[in-house]
């Protein structure tokens, strides 16, 4: 039976060097995603981090869930959280799955459920940009995945928050001349119109 969630605020979130370290050896093609891949990227914890999130493929959901056998699990969207069975796959719009530490009734990690096809990983804001999972995830020099900057950024346009126009301001000046021109096409591509787009030109997708 799965607990009782507590409110969204609980978090307490694990560090990536702890989420590798029971990942560690996983086949899946997992990755850091969001703010942390940003100071991943830059060597240096540039601001805190009230959560931690990761993205998987969706259909190897199931296998990362077996290295957390100490959480529930629940479906996060909407501003709810509706409890996942232990057996049960995960379906529907929301891609966001947090973990409930059972110890201490706290959120511990947040798993991104991505597209994705074998090797392929795919923009779940537009399927037809698909990069090969070779170039899309990163590692520290400790071995810690985490996704390409650019792609990171092109998942904060969305909300630009003051803290994601920051993560652009660090993490931009650090791209080279292909991943800016895959960034700035892409996001012409999800956000038309998008005021980022000025900062980075208007190339085309594949140049």
């Given at each position: ?63 990362i ?5 100490d ?30 530490e ?9 798993v ?52 994601d ?5 660090r993490?931009?000046p ?18 038309p119109?998008?005021p ?12």
């Amino acid at each position: 039976m799965v607990n009782e969630a507590p409110g969204v605020d609980a978090w307490d979130a694990w560090r990536p060097e702890e989420v590798a370290e029971r990942l560690e050896g996983s086949p899946v093609p997992w990755a850091v995603a969001a703010g942390w891949a940003v100071d991943l990227f830059l060597g240096r914890e540039t601001r805190g981090h009230g959560d931690l999130e990761i993205a998987v493929p969706a259909d190897r959901f199931g296998e990362i869930r077996e290295r957390f056998d100490d959480c529930d699990f629940f479906v996060a969207g909407d501003g709810r959280v509706t409890p996942l069975a232990p057996d049960e796959t995960p379906t529907g719009e929301h891609h966001q799955t947090w973990a409930l530490e059972r110890a201490s009734r706290r959120w511990r990690l947040d798993v991104f459920r991505e597209p994705a096809d074998g090797d392929t990983w795919i923009c779940r804001r537009d399927p037809t940009i698909r990069r090969p999972y070779a170039e899309v995830r990163w590692f520290t020099t400790d071995g810690i995945p985490y996704l390409a900057p650019e792609i990171v950024l092109l998942f904060k346009a969305k909300g630009s928050r003051p803290k994601d126009v920051d993560d652009l301001a660090r993490v931009l000046p650090l791209l080279d001349g292909a991943r800016r021109r895959w960034l700035t096409a892409a996001l012409a591509r999800v956000h038309p119109g998008h005021p980022w787009l000025g900062r980075v030109g208007y190339p085309t997708l594949g140049d």
